[in-house]
Each structure stands twice: as C-alpha cells, then as structure tokens.
C-alpha cells in the first residue's frame, strides 16, 4: 500500500511518540505541524518557501476549494498537487466544519447539508459522498470523512444525535471511495465533552477500520483542562498501530499537549492568520510587532530563532512595514510563525527520541510564559 503507517517508538514518561506516515507524495515523521493552505496557498508564501522551512504536508480546504475555483478544475489541472505546485503530501478536511460554521445560513438532514455559500448566497448541498467526490478530484493523499462538529457548549442529546449521523456518514465516505491505494481517509471521532459518546464514537470508527483516525470537535471554545480531559481519554480508545489527528490545534501549548496525550498530527490557521495582524510567536511569548516600544528595537524578531526573517530584519524594521501596509511585513511575520512550530514539531520529534520530552515542555513553557 501507498499509505502506511510506522510507530517507531512510545515515549517513556507519557503517551508521546514517534512515527513515520508513508504517503503517495513522500513520507512524513511525526508527531507533525501542518501549515493550513485554505485556498490552495499557505497565505503569502510560495510552495518552495513553504517547503524550505521545513514543512512536509499541508492541508487544504474542501469548502472553499468547491466553491472557488471548483474542484472539477482542479481536477482538469491534474489535481490540487499541479495546480499549486506542491509536490509533497496534502491532507484536505471534508468541509464540515466550514460548513456548520455557518449557522443560520445551513440546514442539516440525514442526507446532508443544504447551504448557501458565504460568498454570493448561492445554494449548495454537501453529502457524505459529494465531500468525497470532491476530494478524490482534488486528490489529496489524506482525505477525511464529512462529519458535523457540534458546538460548545451543546446539550448530551444534541451531541448524541450529532455524533451517531457522523458515524453513519463516516460508513457512507467509506463504501463510496473506491481508489484507497492513492487516498487514504481518515475517521473523525466526536462526541463533544462527553466521554462516554466519545467512547461510542471511538469504537464505532474503529470497527470501520479506516486508515487513521482525527479527534474533532476540541479546541471549539472549551476550557483549555477541559480539553486536555476529553484529548486524554480519547487518544486511549484508538489503536496504537494507526495515525492519530487533532484538528484545528495550534498553539505551542496546545502541540505540546496533544503530543504528550499520544497525537502525531496537527493543523491550525493560527500562525499565518496571528502573523498578517503583526504578532510573532517567539521563545518568550508572543510578540505585538505594531507596538510603539519596537520602533528603535534593531534585534530580530526572536534572538534565538534562525529563520530567514530573524536573519536578516530587525522588528524596527518590521513594524515599519506593518505601520505603512507592506505585504513584506505580514509575509516576513508568517515566515517566521510557521518556522517557529515547525522547528518546535522538530525539536519535541528530538526530545521523544531521547526521553526527554516532559523535561523539555517544563523549559519550554518557563521561557514562554506558560503555567502549567
């Protein structure tokens, strides 16, 4: 099989561990930081500047990508992989979340959801087999079930509901995606902050037996301990054998969380969207470039940072661009966030491997700021 997945080691001290996922466009080691490219683009990096910071998959969106341009030409351009010019692993979402997101502008039924688009109102409809339809011409190397993120808070029977026809949907994306050697699908587990769905859900999912599994549904406006609550018990339910994937997480504390309770991959728009509103992450927390106490400040964005951004400009320099609308600022800014989680991906890859990794959040998170 094209995808494959290798666990290479478990980490002594907590559910941590290192993995190697084996795609049609490469292989990825884990646990992995995804940069978000919604539209087919990581926002204002080219594909090879991406790449150059290290980056070894990114994700894509399936909503906006059927709405704009279309994913029939996407298809015609020889998938999204051509059309964007990345030549390594893509994973694209199944287009629930943005579809949910959009409240009263979407009806939900068994079949599906019927909604009209945020762009010109237009009407659509989005099933579990028309996610897929989509997302084989897009031909990412992961795809991932339609599934409905319920919000929170949420009453136990609404997320009961939600959960079981996110299971039904999950069996209908499978029978209905033939070519599994070029993409693989990935179950999404939900059940809201109630452990025993998320038991449910989990079990149901695995049965199923999909080639990995993402843990939906967290990081929705919940308590952060709340959060790493419903994480802990849900990683436990899934097989060790198999990926595991926590959608929509992106905060160092938030990776570093999630890794120690057994996750491999993770994705968030938060580094790009943070770094177009002038504010860095850096190893002593985070950093609002606009502010006034930076216009003689001639020390790079994060001194201990080697990114080409803390290389070569100075945050006095930076914030000038920002305070005259220089797309070099937001694109110097976005540099510097994607590096700095994906050097931090790689610098916890390190601290597993040397059974350190608890060791290193404590350091981590006392530079940073962060209490435990």
Known sequence: MAFKFELLKESKDSQARLGKLHTPHGVIETPIFMPVGTRATVKAMTPEEVKGLGAQIILSNTYHLYLKPGHELVKEAGGLHKFMNWD??????????????????????????????????????????????IQNALGSDIMMAFDECAPYPATYEYVKHSMERTTRWAQRCKDYHKDWDRQAIFGIV????????REISARDLVDMDFPGYAVGGLSVGEPRDLMCEILDHTTKLLPKEKPRYLMGVGSPDYLFEAVIRGIDMADCVLPTRIARNGTALTSRGKLVIRNGKYARDFSPLDPECDCYACKNYSRAYIRHLFNVDEILGARLTTTHNLYFLIKLMENIREAIKEDRLLEYKKEFYEKYGYTE
Request: proline residues 6%; aromatic residues 10%.
């Open 88 to 133: 390594g692993p893509i994973l694209t979402d199944s287009g629930g979340f943005q579809v949910f997101s959009l409240g009263p502008l979407r009806k939900i039924t068994e079949e599906g959801v019927e909604f009209r688009s945020h762009i010109d109102g237009s009407k659509h409809f989005l099933s579990p087999e028309k996610s897929i339809e």
């Open 190 to 197: 939900q059940g809201g902050m109630y452990k025993d769905l």
